[in-house]
């Protein structure tokens, strides 16, 4: 048997110390969405978390918890440790829920640190084209007709999707059934399959079927036209007057995460979202950019908070 030299192993030794330290030391974030595969903040976070974690020396992991209208996926965060290794990729229907939802286990505002803002998108009220309807007002007569008669998908109850199309349909006089899906992508695939007239989605979501012969997009529910639709009018410029929905896209942690690390994940996140490759990502799947500090996302957050119990008692929705 032919030995080996002691300084041979002492080296191999001493290399797979050196590799099972580095594994070890390996920080791993789990940035969970609370939606599905392609639901939009699952879109929206897969544009930046190489690049992030690339910054913050970590390996970060996409973790889609779907359920609830999202309240699945955020309460784990919100029970999470709170030491900025897990985040929530949280939009709109993080602070509409916390008025939707009867007995929610969570705090919106209380039990969340806000970590950074990352843009607005708004949204596109979208119907089969099978239903033969060129524009909102034909849509909008067609559904009267219809009383009743119609269905709308939406992301899962309490979820951005499904205030967006109620606050549509009580500002309009329409009554449709609700049908709650996973995910964004789920409801739009109902209507794509003709399985239901109606979809309220982000534009980020939406986008890419401009020119799909299957679906037909109607109105854009901001203030103004987007820039990544243009030609598209808004709900208010198709008669419904004043009215707007649109929604916010930012990252937050268990409240009592230490400030420290929060400016720490803050300013790399700036940095990856700063990354031309990152902004084109991001102009591809409809985001207007908007970047906050931590306060400035706080405040936002407490005005979303007040605005989104006007619109959750317009819609008229509620969750048991």
Do not use: C
Request: net charge positive; aromatic share 8%; charged share 20%.
């Amino acid at each position: 048997m032919k030995r080996i030299p002691l300084g041979w192993l002492l080296s191999a030794a001493v290399l797979l110390m050196g590799l099972n330290t580095t594994a070890f030391a390996q920080r791993v974030m789990r940035i969970v969405v609370p939606f599905g595969p392609g639901a939009v903040q699952d879109t929206v976070a897969r544009t930046f978390s190489n690049e992030l974690g690339q910054l913050l020396g970590a390996t970060v992991v996409i973790d889609n918890r779907a359920g609830a209208g999202g309240t699945v996926g955020t309460a784990a965060v919100a029970k999470a440790a709170p030491d900025g290794n897990t985040l929530v990729m949280a939009a709109a229907s993080h602070t509409l829920a916390g008025h939707m939802y009867a007995k929610l286990g969570y705090d919106p505002i209380k039990d969340f640190a806000p970590v950074s803002m990352l843009g607005y998108s708004g949204y596109v009220i979208a119907a089969p084209s099978s239903m033969g309807v060129n524009n909102l007002a034909d849509y909008i007569r067609l559904v009267k007709s219809k009383s009743k008669q119609f269905n709308y998908a939406s992301a899962g109850n309490g979820s951005a999707t499904h205030l967006g199309m109620a606050s549509f349909l009580a500002k309009a006089g329409l009554e449709m059934q609700h049908i709650p899906m996973k995910s964004t992508g789920d409801a739009v695939n109902e209507v794509l399959a003709d399985r239901v007239q109606g979809v309220t989605g982000a534009t980020i979501g939406l986008v890419g079927f401009r020119q799909d012969a299957r679906i037909k997009l109607l109105a854009y529910t901001g203030a103004k036209r987007s820039k990544f639709l243009p030609d598209l009018p808004t709900v208010s410029e198709s008669g419904l007057t004043g009215f707007r929905f649109d929604s916010w896209f930012g990252l937050l942690a268990p409240a009592g995460t230490p400030k420290a690390e929060i400016d720490k994940i803050n300013t790399a996140f700036q940095k990856a979202i700063a990354d031309p490759v990152v902004q084109d990502r991001l102009s591809r799947v409809g985001l207007e950019v908007v970047t906050a500090s931590p306060e400035e996302f706080m405040a936002i957050l407490r005005t979303d908070w007040e605005n989104a119990a006007a619109i959750v008692k317009a819609s008229g929705a509620k969750v048991e």
